[in-house]
């Protein structure tokens, strides 16, 4: 199939990228060299640079061989975003060794199926979440674990004053028991590796889990190249547009543990001399609008949801942030309203991607143009991209006819781990990858998503796709969420149904919003049923979790 979206690639963007061998380990260590007297990392005000990073890398590396770690081995890292998060990655990389991002917001019973399921023997681990791992030590599932405090990366009085507040003030239970490795220590400890590592370019750098919300997690396997590739190509596409990122900064506040932030805002940038400002905890609205405030930042990536809570937020619109240029909204695709509103509080329009933690995670990127057309934008550098029948996943579908969306690229995963089964089932006899997301490509070439297979509608035989209508009420100005859904319907087979947040202090009548509906959806697409609530459920990352929401529907549906 000919790559139309070639044609309309911004000025000096290539078609394709050439890959050298190297690695994550030998891509860091130039940028350790290179940027040595640039800020690579701050967090709560604490700048460390990249020669500084380096040392800790080369400390922590040095320990972990000590302990036993060595080439292959899987290593846990249960953080949220701190200095002690990229310190952990590189020098896991650097023996050769295997990076496992576990969300330490999972429950103890979510964190063992991670642990156990990767064959894990080695974690890291934040105080805060240490007490989760005690069955899982007591199984002897892990052998070893390095506890961290916050503080442990910065200076003797915010360290001391972080690791106090948090135990005797805010009353934390920091305890755990099992005998552990102090972060703290082995980074002090003025001690090298006795001998490097040779890491080639197709061993494993991350088994990274998916966040199923159905099921279990299924680690999708990505090597060095894998990474690395989708790195080139992130370069390949943003530096003819928008220049060199160097010395710049941009605002970490989506979690590094998750695939989107881990490339795009850990390694792409880190390996352009970017300096992160890292965000521990994003849900703390007034704190991330403070850090936004306080630091002269150039770029802010951020799920939708993220986008849109700050919108919400009346100190955000009185804010001023003259240095910020670009913005990618990430995870999923940001809403035309959403979008519309972030241009006119910040003059930047959020810049939508698409991807997936099987593909490293960028697949397609928008044009960074200050534009916004409601498009994912184009497959990126050597990436290949099908619309697929989806009754004949062979069948190729022509320009703006809606399918299953299918990619081929360096940038794809191997397999899931330890599961044959759903790898065979993942990829077609040529290699192409089954996203099970639906979409359609422009006559330039340009993807429009409509949402998962699994959440497509079908209404008396008519595919009905949620995004379509949440685009439609997300543009009510009364609206701050939107979400639908379908249940089964003895007549129709499936009805639809919208769940609506309003805007504090803002309210809508249903037949007002039933009438927007009306003027744009035709009658099949028109919910059956409006309901109001405080909240939409989110999942760990921040998206919202339609599976809870047709549970709660259904426990609903049979309490009446």
Known sequence: MEKIWLKHYPQGVPGEIHLTGETLVSMADTAFVKYTDSMAFKCHGVSKTFGEIS????????????????????????????????????????LGAIVVNVNPLYTSSEIEYVVQNSGAKVALVLDLMAAKLNDIYAKGILKEVIVTRVGDIYPWFKRNFFNFMIKYVKRVNVSYAYQAHDFYKLICADKKLSKNTEVLDTDTAFIQYTGATTGKPKGAILTHRNIVANVVQVHAWLEPQVGSFEKKLLIGALPLYHIFSLTANLLAFFSNGCGNVLVTNPRDTKDLIKTLRNNNFYIFNALDTLYNNLLNSPEFAKSKFPAFKYSVAGGMPAHSSTARRWFEVTGVYPSNCYGMTEASPAVTMSVFDNTFDGSVGFPIPSTELQIRNMDNIHEVMPQREIGLVFIRGPQLMSGYWNNPEASKDAFDENGWFNTKDLGYLSEQGKLFLTGRQSDMIIVSGFNVYPAEIEEVLDELPQIKEAAVIGVEDQKDGEAVIAYIVLKPGWQIDELEIKKRCREKLTN?????????????PKTLVGKIDKVSLVQQYAKNQASK
């Open 55 to 94: 040392v800790y890398v080369e400390r922590l590396a040095a320990a972990l061989a000590d302990i036993g770690v060595k080439k292959g081995d899987r290593i846990a890292i249960i953080m949220p975003n701190l200095i002690q998060y990229p310190v952990s990655v590189f020098a896991i990389l650097k």
């Open 524 to 536: 099949y697409k028109l919910p059956r049923n409006f309901i109001f609530v405080d909240e939409l």
